[in-house]
Structures are given as structure tokens and as C-alpha cells.
């Protein structure tokens, strides 16, 4: 599984956008970039997934650089209910969906 | 959208005991379903993937006999932590994929099941 590495913690404003980061110099050309968060006491929840192009949904936008080796999920209005854990995943056909250590978001009000 | 249901969300029981999880795709056929553990403030373990109607493949230190996993249709897999110990106690979460294995395929999770054993 190629790896991904991302910061521990994040801190934002309400209301305000969030960049979190995610390297994955080791990425394939075949390796899906998959973003989930994880609430406290939750189980995860899908949040957005790309390939090469940026994507866009309801709760936030990818932006993947050109050469793919990195990624930033953008959190366009962050609100408290969006203080999670968030995993950057690299995922190929028939690879198994695994967890790093994520990215603690905190939400300031 | 996709919902994936487990039950029980929170369960106790005495050392010694086995314990079944069920983890159910509500509105949607899984053919692949993953099952992971995860310890307070870690981040989530795979144990096995289960495919319907085969067995399921185990993770490296994960012992099969302890933990079972049975996928007997396409919308029910069930975990069995027989003879549970306190080391047992943990956080077990399910998830769910539909349609073949691509890279592109999106999993759904379940709210995950809190085992304490006393």
C-alpha cells in the first residue's frame, strides 16, 4: 500500500476555510487519493475521492497537485461539527482500505 | 445514500464469554465487507475482509480462531470474539463496499460496536 503522510493536528476558526494536507510521493498512476473523517465515537465517513482531476461535493473540495504527489481536502466553512480525525488514503484496484495515524481537526467557536 | 447498520453499539460481558457483532448493508448488497478494531486514541486496524459466501482473509497477528467472521449473505457479516478477555475490549467497526473491487469504490461504515470485557 503506498503510504500517505500527514500533519497531526489542525487547528481552525468557525466559519473559516481549512486546508488539510496530505503527501503521497509514492503514489501510483493508478491509486485513488480517498479522504474520510471520524467522529468521536463514530465510525468513519466518507468524505471525497479523486484521481487526477480536483473534485467538488457537498462537503468539501480535493485539489490534487499536477504531479499527484500531494493533496489538500478544503473544509470551504468550517463549523464545530466538523472537529474530527480526517484520513488521507491512497487506494488501487483490489487494495484494501488502510488507516494512518489522520489528522486531528480542531474547531474553534 | 449507502447506510451500513451494526449492532449492538455497545455490549459487556464476562471473560470467558463470545460476543457476535452484526454488521448489515440496509439499502444496498455488499459484496466485500472489511472489519476493523481500534484502541482509544489509535487509529483503525484492519482485521479481515470478508467476501459473501467464501471465507474470510485474515490480517497478519490476527488469530482466525479467535475472531470469527461469517458472510453468509450479501447484506449480513457477523464477528464472533469467542472466549473474550479484557485485552479483547475495544471499539469494532464494520464497513461495506458494493460493486467490484476498484480503486474508485467508496466504503461505508458502520457506527461501530464498544466491546468492555470484564
Known amino acids: 500500500d503506498a503510504k500517505t503522510t500527514q500533519p497531526n493536528s489542525m487547528e481552525s476558526n468557525e466559519e473559516e476555510p481549512v486546508h488539510l494536507p496530505c503527501n503521497h510521493s509514492?503514489?501510483?498512476?493508478?491509486?485513488?487519493i480517498h479522504w474520510y473523517r471520524q467522529l468521536p465515537s463514530q465510525g468513519p465517513e466518507y468524505v471525497i475521492h479523486?484521481?487526477?482531476s480536483n473534485v467538488n461535493n457537498r462537503m468539501a473540495s480535493l485539489a490534487i497537485a499536477e504531479d499527484r504527489k500531494s493533496s489538500t481536502l478544503i473544509l470551504h466553512r468550517a463549523t464545530l461539527r466538523d472537529a474530527a480525525v480526517y484520513y488521507c488514503?491512497?487506494?488501487?484496484?483490489?487494495?484494501?482500505?488502510?488507516f494512518g495515524a489522520g489528522t486531528i481537526l480542531r474547531v474553534k467557536s | 445514500g449507502a447506510v451500513v447498520s451494526q449492532h449492538p453499539s455497545w455490549v459487556i460481558c464476562k471473560s470467558g464469554t463470545s460476543v457476535k457483532i452484526e454488521c448489515r448493508s440496509l439499502d444496498f448488497q455488499a459484496t466485500t465487507m472489511f472489519w476493523y478494531r481500534q484502541f482509544p486514541k489509535q487509529s483503525l486496524m484492519l482485521m479481515a475482509t470478508s467476501n459473501e459466501g467464501s471465507k474470510a482473509t485474515y490480517e497478519q497477528g490476527v488469530e482466525k480462531d479467535k475472531f470469527l467472521i461469517n458472510h453468509a449473505s450479501l447484506t449480513l457479516s457477523t464477528l464472533t470474539v469467542t472466549s473474550a478477555h479484557p485485552e479483547d475490549s475495544s471499539f469494532y467497526i464494520c464497513?461495506?463496499?458494493?460493486?467490484?473491487?476498484?480503486?474508485?469504490?467508496?466504503?461505508?461504515f458502520g457506527a461501530g460496536s464498544r466491546l468492555t470485557v470484564l
Open positions: 464497513s461495506a463496499m458494493a460493486g467490484p473491487y476498484s480503486g474508485a469504490n467508496v466504503l461505508t
Open positions: 509514492t503514489i501510483s498512476g493508478t491509486d485513488y
Open positions: 479523486g484521481l487526477t
Open positions: 488514503i491512497l487506494r488501487d484496484v483490489g487494495d484494501k482500505l488502510v
